[in-house]
Every structure is written in structure tokens, then in C-alpha cells.
């Protein structure tokens, strides 16, 4: 099936809290025809299949932006590059140089495409669950987390993490069960604070040449160590040392409210909005929400987590917050698509519907 979409002059200049389409890996028809339907002005995409094994050309990026454009649509930015990227700059492996210079190259032609945000991690080990069930609300189809099968030698098989370099297609996650990425590596938090320095040090003063903003994920699950790595973004705290090791104004978070909620519930997603955005250092959210917290939790609908989402849209307002708000992680409902069009749509319009109502709480025009 394909859309006819009548183009629109694409809006350059943000103009306040906004929502987005999230976590596509192309720029298809259907990805962008979508967003419109939705009455969204813009796009961001995750790990977006763009050709390059090591670095990402200029002209492939200007190509990603003029074809959201087409459809009227601001790129509004990518979060994450592969791992394989800089997989060694993590780690603190030899080859961490050429790896930086090369995501510096990268960091350049952004700014030169004008993408103006690079979402990132310091993840190794991505993103893990211990079970995708259909244990949510009505059956829908959920991932959870617990730790003590997470960190059970003899339950290796049982953990999902999430590999981007074998994407299914359509999907944003792609859980592949028992395909964790090192399994031959001890390093803790004193190292990997270590290997952060010396990273952001090398990167922060080209985003600020590119004029290019890189925005934070927190690590999620927020656990202090899997499969023998650390995980040394695992609380507010810890956000708030990373953003005070280099003061960088190109530095800020990807505050992704699911995996902070992880850390303890509504408490900490109102401590970390309040923090950061006083400090104008959320460059982006991702609003989603869980049930529990670590060392257990399950993914959920919005609304009936650990959080009040009208609370805390109010609290996004109340700190003057003039970023995108994208949809991350929701449920997999009836007969949805590998991307989760449906669970999507109806994320984003409760999310519209919050900021639609903190707006007019403030006596502003949405």
C-alpha cells in the first residue's frame, strides 16, 4: 500500500513542547504518512539503517533529512549510532581513537545536514528484559525485568536484549533471547566512568563546533553491573556526575522517563525533571512508564505505572521545557505490527491529550 501525502513546508524553528514520532528505522512511506495522520510536526529515528560501517556520510544524512521534509516533517534527531561504532570506545579497547574520530566525523556531518540532536548511550551491554509476555492490561503484550534471573548463570538463555544489528524488520527493540553482546569482559564502575571521560571529553567540543546537541539515554535496566559490565547510569545521581564531568552546553539527557521511573518511581522522574529541566539540560523525552521498580518491573500503558503522566507533563511545563516528547516502549496490542502501530497511536494521543491540557492550564495556544 502506498500514501499520497500532500507535501507541506517543514517548520525549522521549534516553537515549545512538542510530540514526535519516535523510534523508526526508515524513512518509508508508511513511517512518515503516519506521523502526518497523527498530526505530529516531527520524526526521530533509532538506529536508522543509513549505509556506512564506521561512520555515516554527509550525503546520506542530508537524504534522510530532505525525505522527511518532503512529507512536511521536521527530523528532529537520531538517537543512536550502532555499537559498533564505538563498541571499543566503551569498553576502553585499543581502537577507541579511531572509533572517536570517527564518530566526530560523524558528529560534523549532522550539523552540516542540519540534524541538530544525537541521542546516545554508554550501554555495551544494551538494553535487557527477562520476559515479553502477554501480562499486560487485556493480554497486551509487555517486557519485564527481573534481576535475579537476569544475573542467574544457569538462566543465561532466558535474557532479551535488545539488538538493533538484527533488526526485525519493522520492529524498533528487536529482543533476540540469549544474544547478549560480550560475555568475556569484567569491567566496573570506576573503569567505565573512566572510559566516559575520556569519550565525552573527545566528543563534546566537536558537537559544540557542529552545533549539534547529544542527549543522553539512561541504562536501562538501571542495575549496578550485567553479564560483568557496569552500568554506571543507573540513578539521578549518576545523571546529574555525568552532565558535571564535562559542562559542555552541547551536553544533555535523553530523559527517557520509563527507565527513570525504574529507579524509583514517580519520586525520581519529578527529582530528575525538576534538576534538569531548571537547568535546560533535557534535550528530549521519552514518555513512557513502568510497574515496579529494580530489581523487578513490567512495562505498562501510560496511566497506570509508577507515575501521574498529567503530573508530570505539568512538571515539564512548570520547568519551561521547549523539547519533543516521542512514544517509546509500548504495548503490543491486537493485531498490532511489528512496529506497534496501534500500541503507538494510542500512546501518542494520550500524550497529546496531556500537553493539549497543561497548555491550556497555562493559558497558551497549543
Known sequence: MTWSVEPRRS??????????????????????????QLGLSGVQFNTPLIPGERRWELPDLIALRERCES???RLEAIENVPNTFYEKAMLGLAGRDEEIENLQFTIRNLGKAGIPILGYNFLPGSVWRTSIAG???GGALVSGFDLAVATDPARSAEVFVSR?????????????????????????????????????????????????????????PPVPTLGGIARIFRSVDALKRALEINPSPALGLDLCLGTVSEMGGEASVLEAVEYFGKRGQIVYVHFRDVR????????????????????????????????????????????????????????????????????HEAGQEV
Open 11 to 36: 517548520s525549522a524553528e521549534s516553537t515549545g513542547m512538542r510530540v514526535a514520532l519516535g523510534q523508526g528505522a526508515t524513512p518509508s512511506d508508511e513511517y512518515l504518512a503516519f506521523a502526518r
Open 71 to 73: 512529507y512536511g516533517l
Open 135 to 137: 501480562s499486560g492490561r
Open 164 to 220: 538493533r544489528d538484527r533488526r526485525i524488520e519493522g520492529a524498533k527493540d528487536s529482543f533476540v533471547q540469549g544474544a547478549h553482546f560480550r560475555r568475556d569482559l569484567e569491567i566496573d564502575d570506576e573503569a567505565m566512568w573512566s572510559h566516559y571521560r575520556y569519550f565525552i571529553d573527545a566528543i563534546a567540543p566537536v558537537a559544540v563546533e557542529a552545533g549539534v546537541r547529544l542527549a543522553l539515554h539512561p541504562d536501562d
Open 292 to 359: 515496579g521498580t529494580v530489581p523487578r518491573f513490567e512495562e505498562c500503558f501510560l496511566g497506570e505505572g509508577n507515575y501521574d503522566p498529567l503530573r508530570v507533563m505539568q512538571a515539564l511545563r512548570s520547568v519551561d521545557f521547549t523539547g519533543f516528547v516521542l512514544d517509546d516502549h509500548v504495548p503490543h496490542i491486537v493485531n498490532d505490527s511489528d512496529y506497534s502501530h496501534r500500541g503507538r497511536a494510542h500512546a501518542i494521543g494520550l500524550i497529546q491529550g496531556l500537553l493539549s491540557a497543561v497548555t
